[in-house]
């Protein structure tokens, strides 16, 4: 099980805190420090779509000028700008196997092995 995010998001520290008050064994992966290649960001695009990992609700979209944010139109435009700026990705991504949750959502992490 990997954790993907930005240790100060305070969404992260959430999820980071049930998995280990819930004992499940995890890595963390601060893509701010430690990057994101783009062929993993392509794989959970290719898996979820762009309009659920660009975080148009955080402070980087809405310091982002219009017209940055009018050239978000597809998956190479929000790959682009994702890799550019990771703090545009929404946090946390948890990949556990196969599956790919976007978020921390205590019922969504309940149903984790």
Not at 36 to 54: I, P, Y
Not at 64 to 89: G, K, N
């Amino acid at each position: 099980m990997k954790l993907y995010g930005i240790p100060n998001c305070d969404t992260v520290k959430k999820a980071r805190t049930w998995l280990n008050e819930h004992g499940k064994a995890h890595e963390f992966h601060d893509f701010k420090k430690q990057g994101l290649s783009a062929a993993l960001l392509q794989s959970w695009v290719d898996q979820l779509g762009w309009q659920v990992l660009v975080n148009k609700q955080g402070t980087t979209w809405r310091k982002l000028s219009p017209e940055q944010q009018a050239a978000v139109v597809d998956a190479p435009s929000a790959i682009a700008l994702m890799l550019s700026q990771p703090s545009l990705i929404k946090r946390p991504v948890l990949a556990h196997g196969e599956q790919l949750l976007v978020g921390f959502k205590p019922e969504q992490y309940q149903g984790l092995a």
